[in-house]
């Protein structure tokens, strides 16, 4: 997988948006970006992804820079249910392969 | 209906035992996969198997050994436990390869005493 890097943690208060980034500046062209979370002691839970264009779901929203070299998954309306690790994923394209890394804790505080 | 299920979801036991963990879904998928997730929380693949074929093989004892009886079926077979074996084993599953997403189990706490 490429590359990721994502901050250790982030605190976020309920309601407001949560701006969770990640960079990935040795993505190939062909690579999507994925986002997973997992919430405490569940299996972890797909988000969204995306190649180049910004992509947003009931979920979430992800905005991809230009170059790709980076991206944002926004939580718009943050709730405390939010609060889990969220991880920044770019697989090898065609890999069956999908590693994660140490991901982002986030903290939805009341 | 779950989609990925596995079953036990806990599962304590003595060293030295032989345990199975059962892992079943029901979405169609072709491609299911084993993580572990030790006490610092690291995700790690383990095994994949892709229409009943290994093709991820992670470095990992040879005491682990899956099997996949069919394409809905992905079990883990591990031989002389350790104290060390002790975490959460997560299955997963995807219809393919490139850009479909992961769907996970609930997870399976196992504890060797």
């Known amino acids: 997988d490429a590359k990721t890097t994502q901050p250790t943690s982030m605190d976020c208060a309920e309601g407001r948006a949560a701006n969770l980034p990640c960079n990935h500046s040795?993505?190939?062209?062909?690579?999507?970006v994925y986002w997973y979370r997992q919430i405490h002691s569940q299996g972890p839970q797909y988000i969204i992804h995306g190649l180049k264009n910004n992509e947003t779901n009931e979920m979430a929203s992800l905005i991809i820079t230009e170059d790709r070299k980076s991206s944002t998954l926004i939580l718009p309306h943050a709730t405390l249910r939010d609060t889990a690790v969220y991880y920044c994923?770019?697989?090898?394209?065609?890999?069956?392969?999908?590693?994660f890394g140490a991901g982002t804790t986030v903290t939805v505080r009341a | 209906d779950t989609a990925v299920s596995q079953t036990p979801k806990y599962l304590v036991t003595q060293m030295g035992n032989d345990k199975s963990i059962k892992c079943e879904q029901n979405l169609g998928h072709d491609t299911m996969y084993w993580y572990k997730q030790d006490s610092k929380k690291f995700l790690k693949i383990m095994f994949s198997y892709n229409n009943k074929e290994l093709i991820i093989n992670e470095t990992v004892p040879n005491r682990f050994s899956p099997k996949s009886p069919d394409k809905a079926h992905l079990n883990l077979h591990i031989n002389s436990l350790e104290l060390g074996d002790s975490a959460v084993y997560f299955c997963?599953?995807?219809?393919?390869?490139?850009?479909?997403?992961?769907?996970f189990g609930s997870g399976t706490q196992l504890s060797v005493l």
């Open positions: 994923i770019v697989p090898r394209f065609n890999d069956y392969k999908l590693s």
């Open positions: 040795t993505i190939s062209g062909n690579e999507y």
């Open positions: 997963a599953s995807r219809k393919g390869a490139t850009n479909e997403k992961l769907f």
